[in-house]
């Protein structure tokens, strides 16, 4: 507790000097010099820092700032202990790369620093619905650094065989192609099996649904709710077109695999999924095309999930103001659109979107990132999402032909029973 | 008494099944290591490296920080099992040959020890080594690796112990030896074949252990190979070759050490059973 | 390797397993038998006093530190601020009180029963039958089996991942073909029996070994006599191994077994590195469950509570075999 106290009067004592210096992108407020000699520790996930990106914004900021950059990249294996334990250290790493569904649970902790002069002078242009995740009970707690989206990856051999030409443009012309895929070819239209649950939960974004409510203090299901109902019909519009088993997931069998087969006219998935594909049948490669989810309209693009991840600054950090310094290159619009490109992700600004030309998978997702959303940002839902997922039994008992009212009345005890759990 | 030849055969063809069965996975770990990728990802398996590549060998070992973490996963994986053997050695003897009170309480405390729950006991190490401010060094990780193997090793020294025969040590005692020197001129070395054979649950045991060491040394500079290994089973997903190098370098010590030590012990003791 | 049996009664089996246990001690008579205990005073405290100092210091105050972490509100928030917040007994109310918990009890009760007598009948088996083989055919057969025996157990997981993966995995290409086409391209964790097909075979590979080649050795003391005694009363191959092979190696067995309960109950890395407890959570050893709830949920406090029901669930298991060898000590004495 002391050590917590310790960090928040920290923190507190920062936003005054900080405000005293006046905003602005910080230009050599600190001097090359301030900072000499200083070690700045970073971890990133694994996958997350493409080379040149690394290099150059290594270069960046030690030329900047005098200080040394020492990135360390972290394996997924074991990783929530080992956040977790190294913000209760000392010595913590200064910045840390926090997952955007995760963000509220750590900012809740108080093991995270508030930025709240960091968005002020650089987070003009995030993206509000990246921007989301990383704010907890009013209060910035990271920044935005990437994300990306579900899109339709679908087999061109098979659409040009079904004699279609161009991509659809809303969901119901979407639906006439999967039916004329149906009648035309042999293939199966879609792959999407029963528990594609990220899919779900960007088509309950989509029709402005709340998956959680607040009741009496405590946050119960809303999967009663109509929106939800109408999310849940949507879905299994999309389910009809599809032989998957109604009670797997898109990773049981892997569905890039079983694209890969080549008798698959489309399936719902993240751009990298193309390259479990390719990985299992090289020769697919040229036949994938990639378009944005449609949604109900052509003005807008269908809700989807968005995964990413956000940096944060550990408050128990001695060097809080290093830190920050490190935030302002790393997040500037150059190595922000550098990661962007190199590494095929959406980046933390629309503004930016640009520099994703000549990736397709990522330009498909970069027009779904306004309207997108994540899952309930609060910290109990973390449990939630553990297997076996009532969410996931709920889309799977609808499309097996229970009533969505029933099917959300089935599931109910388990989720306000996770839902109550305290992190 | 003579046996057919059917009867001579089935243990013999027997005996190559089962070896085939226990040596292929370890075959096919270094196999796969030496083939090309082609080679891996095959639609017909290729039986035999013949176009062998260390190739991916040199994926492994280049890796961060490889030879800190030899380095260490050596120091921590020889001290722990020294340390081990030479506590459980003086327990063992006690345990083995003095009469005292409380003898078989002592001795079935280190048969419950030996189901302790390290993997779910580490937050609360974690809890103690933090408080204790011995984060991100190698001395703790030695010594919790020594108490894992202690009981195991106590209870197995001290039936080898046992059976070296009490007349031995007597006739070095009327000799004019004391007791620690009947000990240390008769008993040690007959041993031998029991140190080296506790030795190797140690040296394995220590060398594999994750959990601990993940949490405990968060920096490089003080992790250990298990690390590293599972490092590349992340960071590769698919690539079965570089994965397959790193299980390979990870386990030869320990192959090696078993095909040595086992050697002297097992043998020592056949060669013993025939000649009786 | 020698099995510690904590059976000192001067009988045949037990001197047979205490040298097949040993070094070549060929001419040592039972040690048990003399009956000249030492009391030699302080002298035994004192050599076990850095033994039971370092068990009770790294292992014992662990354990107690862990008994007050299960009474313990600990998750993310309180172990990053450093809280102590007392929550009684509400988490051993909880696990107690859930479904899950005890469904996993009995599949971890059901999992080791199966793995421990696969181990004990084909390493019993695999030992007799380096018995009979001739000098060339038992080091191949050794090898095979210490090279199994060595093999890192993350480096083993490993590897059977790689045997049994979907595509290209050796398993499924031998499966298709010897004719069983459906297999072709099987996805063995998908289903909890596949899954919990795969760790038996990597958890018996791995331990049969153990008790083969340390049954061998115990095999190896058995006086020839004794067989030929039987041999004479008309006993075949059967009745000699019932009636003189088993009751000599019956402490060897007793302790083996119990070893291995103990191995297979606790078994982590093996359950948890093949397919992470999944499908749906549906094979979780209580190991792997204790680890999920508390490290992976971050519920600290649960996942104490529910290390230390394992134990007292394992300290049921084996209480029979402690009982045993409690009162071959006191007949000792």
């Not at chain 1, 003009?124 to 339709?152: C, E, F, I, M, T």
Request: charged share 15%; glycine share 8%; aromatic share 10%.
């Amino acid at each position: 507790m002391k050590r917590g106290l310790i960090a928040a009067t920290g923190v507190a004592a920062m936003l005054v000097s900080v405000a005293a210096c006046g905003s602005g992108d910080g230009d050599d407020k600190a001097g090359a010099d301030g900072f000499k000699g200083e070690t700045l520790t970073v971890w990133a996930m694994d996958g997350s820092t493409p080379d040149g990106w690394t290099k150059d914004v290594k270069a960046a900021f030690e030329k900047k700032t005098g200080a040394t950059l020492k990135l360390e990249i972290q394996q997924w294996n074991g990783i929530q202990q080992k956040v977790t334990t190294a913000l209760s250290e000392s010595d913590p790493p200064d910045v840390l790369e926090i997952g955007n569904t995760q963000t509220p649970s750590y900012a809740r902790t108080g093991g995270l620093a508030e930025l709240g002069d960091l968005k002020k002078s650089i987070g003009a242009g995030w993206s509000p619905s990246l921007n989301k995740s990383a704010v907890y009970d009013g209060k910035q707690y990271a920044a935005p650094w990437y994300a990306a989206s579900r899109v339709v990856l679908y087999n061109k051999k098979i659409w040009a065989e079904a004699g279609l030409k161009g991509v659809p443009k809303t969901r119901s012309e979407f639906f006439r192609a999967l039916d004329t895929i149906r009648d035309k070819t042999d293939a199966e239209p879609l792959y999407l099996p029963g528990q594609n649950w990220y899919f779900f939960d960007g088509l309950t974004i989509g029709t402005g649904a709340d998956l959680v409510k607040k009741q009496g203090g405590r946050w119960v299901s809303n999967l009663a709710d109509a929106k939800v109902a109408k999310a849940m019909d949507i879905y299994k519009q999309y389910q009809s077109f599809s032989e998957a088993p109604k009670n797997k997931d898109e990773a049981t069998p892997q569905q890039g695999e079983v694209f890969a087969k080549g008798r698959t006219g489309a399936f719902i998935g993240m751009g990298w999924e193309a390259a479990i594909a390719v990985k299992a049948n090289p020769k697919i490669e040229k036949d994938i095309g990639y378009f944005t989810i449609p949604g109900e309209t052509a003005d807008q693009p269908e809700g989807v999930f968005l995964g990413g991840s956000n940096l944060a600054v550990a408050a128990g950090s001695e060097k809080q103001e290093l830190a920050k310094e490190f935030l302002k290159i790393a997040l500037n619009d150059t190595f922000e659109g550098q990661l962007a490109k190199e590494g095929g992700v959406i980046p933390n600004k629309e503004s930016l979107q640009d520099r994703l030309k000549g990736n397709a998978a990522a330009e498909a997702a970069a027009p779904a990132v306004a309207t997108g959303g994540t899952t309930p940002l609060i910290p109990e839902w973390a449990a939630v999402e553990n297997a076996p997922n009532p969410v996931k039994s709920y889309m799977t008992a609808v499309l097996k032909g229970t009533s969505p009212a029933d099917a959300a009345a089935s599931v109910e005890g388990e989720l306000n029973k996770r839902l109550s759990q305290e992190n | 008494m003579k046996r057919s030849p059917l009867a001579r055969l089935w243990p013999n063809a027997t005996a190559v099944v089962l070896f085939a069965g226990f040596a292929f996975p370890v075959y096919w770990m270094f196999c796969t290591a030496l083939k090309p990728a082609s080679d891996i990802v095959a639609e017909d398996p290729v039986w035999f490296p013949a176009s062998a590549t260390l190739e991916h060998f040199g994926t492994a070992v280049r890796a961060d920080h490889f030879w800190t973490l030899v380095r260490n996963s050596l120091t921590v994986t020889v001290s722990a099992v020294a340390l081990s053997l030479m506590i459980a050695l003086l327990a063992s003897f006690a345990l083995a040959r003095l009469r005292f009170r409380g003898r078989h309480g002592f001795l079935v405390t280190f048969m419950i020890a030996q189901m302790a729950p390290w993997e779910v006991m580490v937050i609360a190490i974690y809890l103690l080594v933090r408080d204790g401010d011995m984060l991100n060094s190698l001395v703790p990780l030695t010594l919790f690796y020594m108490v894992m193997v202690l009981p195991f090793t106590v209870l197995t020294l001290r039936s080898y112990i046992a059976a070296v025969p009490r007349e031995l040590e007597e006739s070095a005692m009327v000799d004019g030896c004391t007791r620690s020197q009947a000990f240390t001129r008769v008993i040690f070395p007959l041993l031998a074949p029991g140190l080296m054979a506790t030795s190797l649950f140690g040296f394995i045991t220590a060398w594999n252990e994750f959990p601990l060491v993940l949490i405990l040394n968060k920096d490089a500079e003080a992790q250990t190979l298990p690390l590293w290994l599972s490092s590349f089973q992340t960071n590769f997903g698919d690539d079965w070759g570089a994965t397959m190098a790193a299980a390979s370098l990870f386990a030869v010590p320990i192959l090696l050490l078993f095909l040595f030590l086992q050697r002297k012990a097992v043998g020592g003791l056949t060669s013993g059973a025939v000649k009786g | 390797m020698a099995v510690a049996t904590e059976h000192q009664d001067p009988g045949p089996a037990a001197a047979g397993v205490r040298r097949g246990a040993a070094p070549p001690s060929r001419t040592a008579p039972p040690a048990g038998r003399s009956g000249r205990g030492r009391r030699g005073g302080a002298a035994p405290y004192l050599l076990l006093l850095p033994a039971l100092a370092a068990t009770a210091a790294l292992l014992g105050w662990p354990l107690v530190k862990n008994g007050m972490l299960s009474f313990q509100n600990l998750n993310m928030r309180q172990l990053i601020q450093h809280l102590t917040e007392w929550n009684g007994t509400a988490n051993y109310r909880e696990v107690l009180g859930s479904a899950d918990f005890w469904r996993v009890t009995g599949r971890s009760v059901a999992f080791t029963g199966v793995n421990v007598v696969l181990i004990m009948v084909l390493g019993t088996l695999t030992g007799l039958l380096l018995a009979r083989l001739g000098t060339r055919m038992r080091l191949l057969l050794s090898t095979g089996l210490v090279l199994a025996w060595a093999m890192p157990v993350i480096a083993a997981t490993t590897v059977f991942q790689w045997l049994f993966a979907a595509r290209f995995g050796v398993v499924n290409w031998v499966l298709d073909r010897l004719g069983w086409h459906s297999m072709a391209d099987y996805n063995w964790t998908g289903g909890q029996y596949s899954t919990f097909f795969v760790i038996t075979v990597l958890i018996v590979w791995q331990s049969v070994p153990f008790v083969a080649l340390n049954l061998y050795a115990a095999t190896t003391t058995i006086p020839r006599e004794l067989y030929e005694a039987a041999a004479l009363d008309g006993a075949g191959a059967w009745r000699g191994f019932t009636s003189v092979t088993l009751p000599f190696l019956r402490p060897f067995l007793l302790a083996t077994v119990f070893l291995e309960v103990i191995w297979v109950f606790k078994a982590f890395p093996q359950v948890f590195a093949i397919n992470e407890g999944g499908p749906d959570r549906l094979t979780e050893t209580l190991p792997v469950y204790a680890f999920i709830e508390g490290v992976g949920n971050q519920h600290y406090g649960m996942g104490a509570a529910i290390s230390l029901l394992t134990i007292v669930i394992l300290l049921v298991l084996t209480s029979s075999y402690l009982r045993i060898a409690l009162r071959k000590e006191e007949d000792e004495l």
